[in-house]
């Protein structure tokens, strides 16, 4: 697709839509594989980026919460 063509361009779209469902998709790793990582070891746990984790937890606590209540009421 980096090459501006999606899989399985050359065939007509109908058709494509029946082949995709036979295919096996491909093996993805686990979460415990993807920790192991080398890119995830590596990264550095910042007090920017730990700040903009809290910050956004908080934010989609309070958000449910008062979604929650909006709804119940």
Do not use: C, T, W
Not at 38 to 64: H, Q, T, V
């Amino acid at each position: 697709m980096a090459k501006g063509e999606p899989p399985l361009a050359d065939l007509h779209p109908v058709r494509v839509l029946f082949i995709i469902p036979r295919e096996n998709p491909p093996q993805r790793p686990s979460a415990k594989e993807l920790l192991k990582h080398r890119f995830i070891k590596n990264a550095r746990k910042g007090p920017r980026l730990l700040e903009r984790i809290r910050r956004m937890s908080s934010f989609a606590i309070s958000d449910f919460h008062n979604m929650y209540f909006a709804i119940s009421e």
